[in-house]
C-alpha cells in the first residue's frame, strides 16, 4: 500500500503534461469534441469523438484516479450520482443488489424510483453487520455488493475487506463509495474491492465549482467494467473538458486538504463529545464511536472532514443552532474549502431517514478554534438545554 507522502507526490505532478508546441504549463485546455482525420481518412491518435473515447485532458484526469485508488482502470463521469447508476445499469434485467440502509440519499431514492423498472432486486441490509451480509447475499444469488463507508450522514462505518469476503464466497461483485474517505484516507481496492465510486464534486475537486463522478476498477477485463465503459459511452454521462480541467487543478491539493479537514475535524468532534448541549457526535474518529475499531484499521492519517452533531431536543434547537452560525455556510454538499452545515433532516423532507436533531458538518481549511468558537456561539444564541 502506498503511503500518503508518496500520494502527495503524485497529485502535486497532477497533469504534469506540458503543451508538445510551446511547452506551456499546465498543458493547454483541449476544448475540441470531434477530432480531424488525415488524407488517407485514419485517425490520429485513435480518436474521433469526445463521448466515445474521451479527451487528452479526460484521460489524465482518469490516469491520477486510478494511481490514486491502485486501479487498472478509471472513468470519469458527469457527475458523483452518473457514476453510481452506470453501475446498476450495466448489471443484467432482474440483478441482485445488497445495499446499506443508510448511504448517500440521492442513490436510495433512485434505487426507489428506477430500481424496480431497471428490473433490479434491491435488498438493504444495516450498515457495517457482516450477520446481516452474509445472510443477504447467501439468500439468492446477488450480482452486487453496495458500501459506503464512513456513511453519509451518519458516518458508519463498514469493514470493507471482511464485506468483500463475504461478498466474493457468495460470487457477488464489490463497489464501495469512496467520497467521504477519499484515496487518501481509504484505498477499498486494496481491500478487496472491484469497483470504486467517487463523487469528485466532494474532495477530489474540492473547491465547490465542479460536479463530476469517477469510478475505478481493479481489473479492468472484468466483463462488468466493460458494460460500465459502454454504458458511459451511449448513455452519455461524458464531463465536458472545464470541469475535467478543474478537477485536476483541484486534485494537486487534495493531500494537503484532506490531512487539515480531517485534523480539524477530529479536534471538534473532540471538543463537542462531552458537551452539555450535545447529545452524541456522529465521527469514526472518536475511540467511543461505535465504528472506530473497524475505522482505526481501515483508515490511514485521518477520519475524513465529515461529522454529524445531536443536538439536544428535536427539530427546532438544532435549526437554531444553523440559523445561529456566522462561519459555517448553510449549504448542502460537502468537501469543499469553506465548512457547511446542514439540517439533513430538512434537506430530504417527509421521507428521509436522517435523525431530526442532526446537523451535518462539512469540516474545511478555517481554523480550527474559529469553528469551534462559531460553532459555540450558535449553541448559546439558540439556548439549547
Ligand atoms: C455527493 C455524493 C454523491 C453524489 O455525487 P454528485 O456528484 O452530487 O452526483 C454520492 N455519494 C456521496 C457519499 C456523496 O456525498
Redesign the pocket.
Known amino acids: 500500500m502506498s503511503t500518503s507522502t508518496q500520494q502527495s507526490t503524485l497529485v502535486a505532478r497532477s497533469g504534469g503534461r506540458t503543451s508538445g508546441e510551446t511547452g506551456a504549463y499546465p498543458a493547454d485546455l483541449s476544448l475540441g469534441v470531434t477530432y480531424a482525420r488525415d488524407d488517407a481518412y485514419a485517425t490520429l491518435a485513435q480518436m474521433t469523438y469526445l463521448r466515445d473515447q474521451g479527451s487528452a485532458s479526460l484521460r489524465d484526469a482518469e490516469s491520477i484516479l486510478r494511481d490514486l485508488e491502485h486501479g487498472q482502470d478509471a472513468l470519469l463521469l458527469s457527475?458523483?450520482?452518473?457514476?453510481?447508476v452506470a453501475v446498476f445499469q450495466a448489471l443484467p434485467a432482474g440483478s441482485r443488489v445488497v445495499v446499506p440502509e443508510i448511504?448517500?440519499f440521492?442513490?436510495t431514492r433512485w434505487l426507489r424510483e428506477f430500481g424496480g423498472v431497471q428490473g433490479l432486486d434491491v435488498v438493504e441490509v444495516p450498515n457495517g453487520d457482516l450477520d446481516a451480509l452474509r445472510d443477504a447475499v447467501n439468500a439468492a444469488p446477488t450480482a452486487l455488493v453496495w458500501l459506503?463507508t464512513p456513511?453519509?450522514p451518519t458516518w458508519l462505518v463498514a469493514d470493507v475487506a471482511a464485506s468483500a469476503e463475504i461478498a466474493h464466497d457468495a460470487g457477488a461483485v464489490v463497489a464501495v463509495?469512496n467520497?467521504?474517505a477519499t484515496p487518501v484516507h481509504t484505498q477499498p481496492l486494496e481491500l478487496g474491492a472491484d469497483l470504486v465510486?467517487h463523487?469528485?464534486?466532494?474532495y477530489l475537486n474540492g473547491h465547490d465549482d465542479v460536479?463530476?463522478?469517477a469510478l475505478v476498477t481493479a481489473d479492468s477485463d472484468a466483463p462488468l467494467w466493460q458494460r460500465i465503459r459502454l454504458q458511459r459511452q451511449l448513455g452519455g454521462a461524458v464531463p465536458d473538458a472545464w470541469s475535467t480541467y478543474l478537477l485536476v487543478r483541484g486534485l494537486r491539493t487534495l493531500v494537503a486538504r484532506m490531512r487539515w479537514a480531517s485534523a480539524s475535524a477530529l479536534t471538534i468532534a473532540e471538543h463537542f463529545a462531552d458537551h452539555p448541549a450535545i447529545e452524541r457526535v456522529a465521527y469514526p474518529g472518536l475511540a467511543t464511536d461505535p465504528g472506530h475499531a473497524v475505522a482505526a484499521r481501515q483508515m490511514r492519517g485521518g477520519f475524513s472532514g465529515m461529522l454529524s452533531l445531536f443536538v439536544r431536543g428535536d427539530v427546532e434547537p438544532s435549526l437554531g443552532v444553523a440559523r445561529g452560525t456566522r462561519l459555517f455556510l448553510r449549504a448542502t454538499?460537502?468537501?469543499g474549502t469553506a465548512s457547511l452545515v446542514e439540517h439533513r433532516f430538512t434537506f430530504e423532507g417527509p421521507r428521509s431517514r436522517s435523525p431530526r436533531n442532526m446537523l451535518r458538518l462539512s469540516i474545511g481549511l478555517e481554523d480550527p478554534a474559529d469553528l469551534v468558537a462559531d460553532l459555540e456561539q450558535a449553541i448559546e444564541g439558540a439556548r439549547v438545554r
Open positions: 457527475s458523483g450520482m452518473a457514476a453510481s448511504m448517500y440521492g442513490l459506503e456513511a453519509n463509495d467520497t467521504v465510486m463523487s469528485c464534486t466532494k460536479v463530476a463522478g454538499s460537502l468537501g
